[in-house]
């Protein structure tokens, strides 16, 4: 029986399969014990083979923590176990792929995976629980149909995202396909972008004033545009740098506002050059691009990124696409026609409403599959190929709001299709909807989870599903996105409803919590970042949800939007809006709001119990902390009414705050000098490695040293929202370090004494 | 053939009173006890949101267990993912034990009953299995005998349930 490495030779790209075959070769060296495992995780990241949660072999049963009894004690990773499954990350440069390709990727997941295929938010597919002496043949099937996974994870080039509507949308200046796709080929595997210190974002758009290509969170934002040049328009984008989402998330800023199409991919090699050379490399913390740029200043990255131009080694790969720009075109499998006298079945129009857009050719639909919650079964993927087969040609595109889009549907076609899609069970109404709620996979599957994303979304889902057509016009077409972190994998600062996991520790029992983030704007292509306005338990979020959703309603000003309604009604209001939902009742009164959605488990890490010495501290650094959140929201507040210096102020305080209380754990005479404070917590807690958890660090401390160190020399509303975020981010740490104390002092561990002395406490 | 990847379902005897959400605790309580011999139980998932999907997933380090909702059809479904280093026969007999096992704890702990007259046998693996005559001539000896190893005395008629060359060559199992 020949191996798929004979099988499919000849079929595979042969630079992909050389490099095929040196991962195979690199895991047998690993499997040897003659690989380092930090060299070969890093090496399998930029391969796409993620580690999943419980990898390292620790998980807590609703009991105990119980030891997973993998085969062997052989690593891939630090902390993370060979034989357990991990995730199997593809990029699917913007998001285009035809229906062999789905064929094969719903033949992976019936093989090595458990079945389902999971879209993300950038457009890539997930498979989950895949082991890792799969992949070699996993990339090989993949590579034979055009896929390749290199670079899906890791310091690397991302998925080169783009507008789903691209080349069929009514807005746009014109067709980006064939810029992402270069711009995607020529990045891969680039020697300028091997050097990175952290991850490199692109997306394009067409447009400026829809989300599509939501080029505002993105390392590099490319929006087409046109100018006229002696008569003749001239094809460029205006190019974006330096936004991210992540823990603290910034807007992408105006780096260029023409860059001509030949100049694109210099141009973006440049910027690659520059944050290779100039990027943080060892606190990943602080690595990302954004970072970069906003500490050299936006005018001063840009000279290097022109200094940088000016050198580059000439490339013909920077305009050879050029020429087939123009030829670019996707082939309709039928002529165009009109819904005219088509028998139309039932629920048809509720799901036109939603879920067709009308493509600039007359004549022609693209049509929104809705998968919930990103999935989709093998055989139904097998069942969308062949639609895409018999309706549309080649034409699929996955989006960033982790649905499938049929392009190019005759119109008389979409009664039939829709018919097509309900007998697979894809033909569900409410795509882009207040329904479609974005989640990113949180405690199922990701190692940082801390709430379930995922099951807070189902909820959502199956409550609203019923009444979507009987909501308020304005409320059907918010959008809902959460993560199960703080890091903004689901994209919760863009949306009109974000929340982000988080857990609170009330009489020594975790309960799951979610932040509330509202302000956020998905239209102008993520124009505007909402902020926390307080935490609810993970229970009450759909109570949250119908409340304010409700009182949008009844307090609508004519056609004010959402994001309008939340400016006018101001902060305040927006906390006394969720504060009925914030009071966790009693164990003993109501235990399930002790477990998250969908997880039977309660929400807490072994048996705790406190001693009564801690217990009296640790009711005072509650205390400190309850007040630290405080000031972090009257923060908001001053940022609100665009008092900057107040709002940093106020924020700055919330940080020392949250540090104090720590301190007092161990050193309850500290005072409130904020520069003894920031001493004692730094020795104390940052020095000792006691504040950060395992994933994280210690980076949230460096927020706090940061700015009591270099305190801004100019008050600005991106200083202001940036500092906002870090002490969010700050307290939150706090909270998780003085949970952790809690615990060692109940499980008897030291944890230090509670004295009047200066000196610090070494764990 | 070296087909390690080798799936088994066994049908619910009565579709209608299945509700997917109750087997979530169900699943979790065999976590916590790791109660199947020989696996690695590692975790849960929900895929209930999706129609004929996977159901509520049981993932072990060896293999998967579900209350799969495939075509329609709710039953147990165990897929085998690493190797046993057994004879084929043995291999594939020790697959349809573990799915048997999973069945018995399924009526106990979740009160679903399991019909054990017919199933369904599916070769989780293309380049060993293509859906074809010729694969399922040379399969059909071994699941054969390995279903006499589990059930002893027992008779089964095997034939190929599809035809499709995408899909998996599987084998439907009928007790005579």
């Known amino acids: ?763 | 053939m070296e087909l390690h990847r080798l799936g088994v379902k066994f049908f619910a005897s009565d579709p209608a009173s299945i509700h997917l959400e109750d087997l979530i605790p169900v699943f979790h309580g065999w976590i916590q006890r790791q109660v199947i011999p020989g696996h690695v139980l590692i975790d849960v998932h929900d895929y209930s949101h999706i129609q004929n999907g996977p159901g509520i997933l049981l993932v072990a380090h060896e293999g998967n267990f579900s209350l799969d909702m495939s075509d329609g059809r709710p039953g147990l479904f165990y897929y085998r993912k690493t190797p046993t280093a057994l004879p084929a026969t043995e291999h594939i007999a020790a697959i349809v034990k573990s799915a048997v096992q999973a069945c018995a704890l399924l009526e106990k702990d979740a009160k679903v009953a399991i019909k054990m007259d017919e199933g369904l046998v599916i070769a989780n693996d293309r380049l060993e299995a293509p859906n074809d005559e010729a694969t399922l001539a040379e399969l059909k000896p071994a699941v054969a005998a390995a279903l006499q190893q589990v059930f002893p005395g027992a008779a089964f008629n095997l034939s190929r349930a599809n035809s499709d060359p995408k899909e998996r060559l599987a084998i439907t199992v009928q007790r005579v």
């Open chain 1, 1 to 763: 029986m020949p191996t798929w490495k004979e099988k499919l030779a000849g079929r595979m790209d042969p630079q992909i399969a050389e490099e095929v075959d040196v991962f195979e070769t690199q895991i047998a060296l690993r499997k040897a014990g003659k690989m380092d495992e930090k060299v070969f995780a890093e090496t399998r990241l930029r391969r796409g083979c993620y580690g999943q949660r419980y990898d390292n072999g620790h998980r807590h049963d609703g009991v105990r923590t119980q030891q997973l009894e993998f085969p062997s004690d052989l690593t891939k990773g630090p902390e993370t176990f060979w034989d357990a499954p991990g995730m199997q990350r593809i990029k699917i440069p913007f998001g285009g792929l035809n229906p062999d390709q789905l064929d094969t990727l719903a033949e992976l997941a019936e093989e090595y995976s458990d079945g389902i295929l999971h879209v993300t938010t950038r457009q890539d597919f997930q498979l989950h629980y895949v082991h890792i002496e799969d992949t070699p043949n996993i990339m090989r099937r993949l590579a034979a149909v055009g896929i390749t996974t290199r670079e899906a994870c890791g310091n690397s080039v991302r998925n080169v995202t783009a507008c789903p509507i691209a080349g069929v949308c009514r807005s746009e200046s014109f067709d980006v396909t064939p810029y992402a796709k270069a711009a995607a080929k020529f990045m891969l595997g680039h020697p300028d972008a091997q050097g990175f210190g952290r991850k490199f974002k692109i997306a394009f758009s067409g447009c400026r004033e829809e989300a599509c290509g939501l080029t505002s969170l993105h390392d590099v934002g490319c929006i087409a545009a046109t100018r006229s040049e002696n008569g003749n328009e001239k094809r460029g984008f205006e190019v974006y740098v330096g936004g991210g989402l992540g823990a603290v998330p910034q807007q992408a800023k105006l780096m260029n506002d023409f860059v001509a199409e030949d100049e694109l991919l210099p141009l973006i090699q440049s910027i690659g050059r520059v944050f290779a050379r100039l990027g943080e490399k060892k606190n990943r913390a602080a690595a990302r691009l954004k970072f970069l740029i906003t500490k050299l200043g936006l005018d001063e990255f840009r000279r290097l990124v022109d200094e940088e131009r000016k050198i580059l080694p000439a490339d013909s790969r920077w305009s050879s696409y050029i020429p087939d720009v123009a030829r670019y075109q996707e082939s309709p499998k039928h002529g165009p026609t009109h819904l005219n006298g088509q028998q139309r079945p039932e629920g048809f129009e509720k799901w036109h409403l939603t879920n067709v857009y009308r493509q600039r050719q007359e004549g022609y639909a693209a049509a929104a599959i809705t998968l919930p919650l990103g999935d989709l079964t093998a055989a139904q993927a097998r069942q969308v190929a062949n639609l895409a087969r018999r309706f549309t040609g080649d034409n699929l595109r996955t989006t960033v709001e982790q649905n499938i889009l049929l392009r190019w549907v005759s119109e008389a076609d979409l009664p039939d299709l829709y018919r097509e899609l309900g007998r697979a069970g894809l033909g569900e109404p409410g795509a882009g909807t207040i329904l479609d709620v974005v989640a990113c996979p949180g405690t199922d599957t990701c190692k940082l989870g801390i709430a379930s994303s995922r099951g807070l979304a189902g909820e959502i889902r199956s409550r609203l599903s019923e009444r979507l057509f009987a909501l308020d016009e304005s409320v059907r077409n918010l959008h809902i996105k959460i993560s199960g972190c703080f890091n903004s994998c689901g994209q919760h600062h863009i949306a009109d409803l974000g929340f982000y996991g988080t857990s609170r520790t009330i009489a020594n029992r975790k309960i799951p919590h979610f932040q509330v983030v509202l302000g956020g704007k998905w239209q102008d292509n993520a124009g505007a970042y909402g902020l926390a306005i307080g935490t609810v338990p993970s229970k009450r979020v759909p109570d949250v949800i119908d409340s304010i959703t409700a009182r949008y309603v009844r307090e609508r000003k004519g056609t004010e939007t959402f994001q309008a309604f939340i400016k006018r009604i101001g902060k305040q209001e927006c906390r006394a809006m969720i504060e009925p939902f914030m009071e966790v009742p009693a164990y003993e009164k109501d235990r399930s709001i002790y477990s998250d959605w969908g997880d039977p488990r309660e929400f807490t890490i072994g048996d705790m119990g406190v001693g009564e010495c801690a217990g009296e501290v640790i009711s005072v650094s509650q205390f400190d902390l309850a007040d630290a959140e405080r000031l972090v929201f009257d923060a908001q507040l001053q940022l609100e009414h665009e008092n900057y210096t107040q709002a940093d102020s106020l924020a700055y305080r919330a940080m020392t705050q949250a540090a104090m209380a720590l301190v007092k754990t161990q050193f309850i005479d500290v005072g409130d000098n904020a520069d003894v404070i920031v001493a004692e917590f730094r020795s104390r807690f940052f020095d000792t490695g006691l504040l950060g958890d395992r994933y994280a660090g210690n980076k949230f401390a460096e927020y706090l040293f940061r700015r009591h160190d270099s305190p801004p020399q100019e008050h600005t509303i991106d200083q202001a929202h940036r500092i906002i975020e870090e002490a969010q981010l700050f307290i939150e740490a706090t909270y998780a370090c003085h949970d952790s104390l809690a615990e060692r002092g109940a499980r008897g561990m030291v944890v230090a004494p509670v004295h009047s002395g200066k000196a610090a406490g070494k764990l």
